[in-house]
T-cell receptor
Framework: NAGVTQTPKFQVLKTGQSMTLQCAQD?????MYWYRQDPGMGLRLIYY???????DKGEVPNGYNVSRLNKREFSLRLESAAPSQTSVYFC????????????FGSGTRLTVV | GEDVEQSLFLSVREGDSSVINCTYT??????LYWYKQEPGAGLQLLTY?????DMKQDQRLTVLLNKKDKHLSLRIADTQTGDSAIYFC??????????????FGAGTRLAVHP
């Protein structure tokens, strides 16, 4: 099925460990986004990529890095995980032109102990 | 910056109507969205309204937009237990270079009881 695929779905890390969250879309969308969701705070934008080859910081970029590997893939890396990064992470994409709703992945639930 | 506010909880009886409210600060958003999130799942686009419209109806869903008051609402008629979920209001914020991003409210948890 067409859409946004995120891996892994669940992950437990120890403080200081690193990991990369993967995201891929097969809808030929230009723009891709990484959000984190915390209780009572809605979704906050971490990083986004308006088009292939570009990335920009969102509201809460500290502690994260991203790579737009190609048009399909946009990965999020935690270099040294901290308990404050315990959250649910969502990747999203949109065509890039016009004001159309985003398509979201099913999320990665990350716990840092 | 853009701010979007929603009440956090709503409880309704099955068969009644639900009304979820949202207020926002930036009036430049051309589209305003409602997303639904079921437990353990991602966000699903439920409906949207273009900013030059006052109302949009889609089966059991009615979206009302009051641009003067910067108020958006989602009405669900004949609410069912399957409607229990978190509902997010989202508006578009624009940046230099023509880029934009969605700003989300904190989400309203709708609980439907018999």
């Amino acid at each position: 099925n067409a859409g946004v695929t995120q891996t892994p779905k669940f992950q437990v890390l120890k403080t200081g460990q690193s990991m990369t969250l993967q995201c891929a879309q097969d809808m030929n969308h230009n723009s891709m986004y990484w959000y984190r969701q915390d209780p009572g705070m809605g979704l906050r934008l971490i990083y986004y990529s308006a088009s292939e080859g570009t990335t920009d910081k969102g509201e809460v970029p500290n502690g994260y890095n991203v790579s737009r590997l190609n048009k399909r893939e946009f990965s999020l890396r935690l270099e040294s995980a901290a308990p404050s990064q315990t959250s649910v992470y969502f990747c999203a994409s949109r065509p890039g032109t016009g004001d159309y709703g985003y398509t979201f992945g099913s999320g990665t639930r990350l716990t840092v102990v | 910056g853009e701010d979007v506010e929603q009440s956090l909880f709503l409880s309704v009886r099955e068969g009644d109507s639900s009304v979820i409210n949202c207020t926002y600060t930036d009036s430049s958003s051309t589209y305003l969205y409602w997303y639904k999130q079921e437990p353990g799942a991602g966000l699903q686009l439920l409906t949207y309204i273009f900013s030059n419209m006052d109302m949009k109806q889609d089966q059991r869903l009615t979206v009302l937009l009051n641009k003067k008051d910067k108020h958006l609402s989602l009405r669900i008629a004949d609410t069912q237990t399957g409607d229990s979920a978190i509902y997010f209001c989202a508006v578009v914020a624009f940046f230099s270079g023509g880029y934009n991003k969605l700003i989300f409210g904190a989400g309203t948890r709708l609980a439907v009881h018999p």
